[in-house]
């Protein structure tokens, strides 16, 4: 089962930040969080990862909370073409990368 | 564009068949798992091949078999195949190599239908 729980829809205004929640209360130490998204109709595209510091990448900006049972992903000048299903998996130091537990996810719709 | 291609795209089966399912891994990746996806549901982890071997396996029952070739190209094979089969079958692969964790590189999938 996932780790992780997310709402499971979101809306936000296109040019406007868009904020996606997300709790992994039982991480463990050596556990990563990792963003995917994945677009109608395609396979999922990597985002962002981070252990404990916040991390920023041309696409968008991963906060961790101080005890890490939540992160937040921040796409901060959303568009059209950001609506997606995003999801936020945990996976451990040293794992192989792509042994992904994937949730349900949260469906971000992007409005005009 | 990933550099992970998958093929069929689309493919209808009848209940009962066998279907194989090929990937083409990015190139240096020498790690490819696979995924089954079902309408409106995340991916679930089938299984994961590294250097040729089965290298961790999902909750799917044994025929739905796999196999990674020295080119690092892989098959997904499911004999007996349900109605309840139908879904999109995602790949992805990666480099073992990496020193900290990094992305995994997902295909476009192949749609399948059981009938």
């Known amino acids: 089962d996932a780790k992780t729980t997310q709402p499971p829809s979101m809306d936000c205004a296109e040019g406007r930040a868009a904020n996606l929640p997300c709790n992994h209360s039982?991480?463990?130490?050596?556990?990563?969080v990792y963003w995917y998204r994945q677009i109608h109709s395609q396979g999922p595209q990597y985002i962002i990862h981070g252990l404990k510091n916040n991390e920023t990448n041309e696409m968008a900006s991963l906060i961790i909370t101080e005890d890490r049972k939540s992160s937040t992903l921040i796409l901060p000048h959303a568009t059209l073409r950001d609506t997606a299903v995003y999801y936020c998996?945990?996976?451990?130091?040293?794992?192989?990368?792509?042994?992904?537990?994937f949730g349900t996810g949260t469906r971000l719709q992007v409005f005009p | 564009e990933t550099g992970v291609t998958q093929s069929p795209t689309h493919l209808i089966k009848t209940r009962g068949q066998q279907v194989t399912l090929r990937c083409s891994s990015q190139s240096g990746h020498n790690t490819v798992s696979w995924y089954q996806q079902a309408l409106g549901q995340g991916p679930q982890f089938i299984f994961q091949y590294y250097r040729e071997e089965e290298n961790g396996r999902g909750n799917f029952p044994p025929r739905f078999s796999g196999l990674q070739f020295p080119n690092y190209s892989s098959e997904l094979n499911v004999n007996a195949l349900e109605l309840d089969d139908s879904a999109l079958y995602l790949c992805?692969?990666?480099?073992?190599?990496?020193?900290?964790?990094?992305?995994?590189?997902f295909g476009q999938g192949t749609r399948l239908t059981v009938v």
């Open positions: 998996i945990v996976s451990p130091l040293g794992y192989n990368t792509d042994k992904l537990i």
């Open positions: 992805a692969s990666s480099s073992s190599r990496a020193v900290v964790n990094t992305e995994a590189f």
């Open positions: 039982t991480i463990s130490g050596n556990e990563y």
